[in-house]
């Protein structure tokens, strides 16, 4: 089992490009996240899919949209990327109470 | 505004001797509470949880307490090893979505 699988892992924007940062798990869960890691800040939850075909919104949801493509892949959308939205990205899934997260997408906007 | 706080940013601990991690929450919503371990460069693993039902979970080398009427919980490691040295975060469960706190750096000196 991979578990939760990122993919970029680095990526570099410039300011007003767009870009998907794609998460797939294969532990059959029903839940999904998307989080930024800022310094200091610890992880705050930008989206987030309860279950196959429901996607709600986090705490900072604002410059994002996600999909919830099937049970196993939910992805991240940055239409026009600003420089505050450096940060590192990690995606997370969840059958119950604990997540298991991915390992991370570091963006850079320049 | 943060609901979930971690308050000391880091905490440095000799081999071998006690780590002891605190963590606030202001939300009575929380139903279940989860420890994080982070290593740099990768995603957040599950370490340790403690339902609001239960006042102490352990699992080998950790223990958790919760404090409810003081909104207030803990991990402790005992011993302290060089490979605990990581970020540790502090999350709350309220339905599908936890909240992290800011996270506690160890550095576990041999």
């Known amino acids: 089992n991979a578990g939760v699988t990122q993919t970029p892992k680095f990526q570099v924007l410039k300011t007003g490009q767009s870009m998907t940062l794609q998460c797939a798990q294969d532990m059959n869960h029903n839940s999904m996240y998307w989080y930024r890691q800022d310094p200091g800040m610890g992880l705050r939850l930008i989206y987030y899919s309860a279950s196959e075909g429901t996607t709600d919104k986090g705490e900072v949801p604002n410059g994002y949209n996600v999909s919830r493509l099937n049970k196993r892949e939910f992805s991240l959308r940055l239409e026009s990327a600003a420089p505050s939205q450096t940060s590192v990205y990690f995606c997370?899934?969840?059958?119950?109470?604990?997540?298991?997260f991915g390992p991370g997408t570091r963006l850079t906007v320049t | 505004d943060q609901q979930v706080k971690q308050n000391s940013p880091s905490l440095s601990v000799q081999e071998g001797r006690i780590s002891i991690l605190n963590c606030d929450y202001t939300n009575s919503m929380f139903d279940y509470f989860l420890w994080y371990k982070k290593y740099p460069a990768e995603g957040p693993t599950f370490l340790i949880s403690?339902?609001?039902?239960?006042d102490k979970n352990e699992d080998g080398r950790f223990t958790v307490f919760l404090n409810k009427s003081a909104k207030h919980l803990s991990l402790h490691i005992v011993p302290s090893q060089p490979g605990d040295s990581a970020v540790y975060f502090c999350a709350a469960r309220d339905d599908y979505k936890l909240s992290f706190g800011a996270g506690t750096t160890v550095t576990v000196r041999a």
């Open positions: 403690i339902s609001s039902i239960k």
């Open positions: 997370a899934s969840a059958s119950f109470y604990e997540q298991y």
